[in-house]
């Protein structure tokens, strides 16, 4: 009879309900370790849709209406870059680029910050369709979830802004948990921007929620829109010169 295998060894015990908790363990730790080691200070979360497509695909779109949001990917990756160039150095990364590491506006995010020369993070996750990730993460920050709870939380952990694009469900469930995070306090506020005010305003009544006396008018507040990365960048920029930190 052969030695059965160490308990760390035993792919099987490691993948039953009892091991559970060791595995969300991993997941926070794994990251943890490598974004330390790349001496990562800080991330600009980027969310949007993974069906927006590139400019050069956006004439074999399947839905031709997902052409109309090309621009958004241009803007994406613009501002990526200029973020990128300006906050990473020799001495530490700062406003790292962070994305799901999908396509659309995620590999936007990461090919701007590629475009530039410099790191970006994606936070790739286990799906029933795979999702693989697109080829302009730098590679050693390419991270693989199973628990969506604990992806969510290394989107936070770091982030000093995020900027949210159309999107759909995940962008949306995205959104709200950082609006509700702020609202109540559970992190300090941080730039939440939102691209596209035409878009959003479209899709959610943020009028209708203060005026029914859902929220306060003051929780419209925790968000900016903007048309921009240009925008997006000085809304950053001015947000932490009021607060006196150098961006």
């Known amino acids: 009879m052969e030695n059965p295998p160490v308990a760390y060894e035993n792919l099987k015990f490691l993948n039953s309900d009892a ?3 060791a595995r969300l363990g991993l997941e926070y730790l794994h990251p943890e370790i490598v974004m ?3 001496r ?3 991330t600009l979360v980027l969310f949007g849709s993974a069906r927006i497509p590139a400019p050069e695909h956006a004439g074999s779109a399947v839905n031709k209406h997902l052409a109309e949001f090309t621009p958004y990917y241009e803007e994406a990756r613009k501002l990526a870059e ?3 160039c ?7 990364c700062e406003f790292v680029i962070i994305t799901g590491g999908g396509g659309g506006i995620m590999e936007a995010g990461n090919r701007g910050a590629k475009d530039a020369g410099c790191k970006s993070i994606a936070l790739n996750i286990t799906l029933p369709h795979e999702q693989k990730p697109n080829p302009y993460v730098t590679e050693d920050l390419c991270f693989r979830f199973h628990y969506f709870n604990m992806r969510k939380m290394h989107f936070m952990r770091r982030a000093k802004a995020v900027c949210i694009f159309p999107g ?5 469930d995205e959104l709200f948990e950082m609006l509700t995070l702020i609202q109540t306090g559970k992190i300090p506020p941080i730039p939440v921007i939102l691209f596209g005010t035409e878009f959003w305003k479209k899709l959610i009544d943020w009028d209708c929620l203060v005026e029914s006396g859902l929220i306060s008018p003051e929780d419209v507040r925790i968000f900016t829109f903007c048309e921009d990365a240009e ?3 000085k809304i950053i920029k ?3 010169a009021s607060e006196g930190i150098r961006h």
């Open 238 to 240: 001015d947000f932490y």
């Open 231 to 233: 925008e997006a960048c």
């Open 86 to 92: 300006e906050s990473q150095t020799e001495h530490g």
């Open 36 to 38: 330390n080691e790349h």
């Open 19 to 21: 091991c559970r908790s």
């Open 82 to 84: 200029i973020i990128s």
């Open 40 to 42: 990562i200070k800080s």
């Open 168 to 172: 759909g469900f995940g962008t949306l």
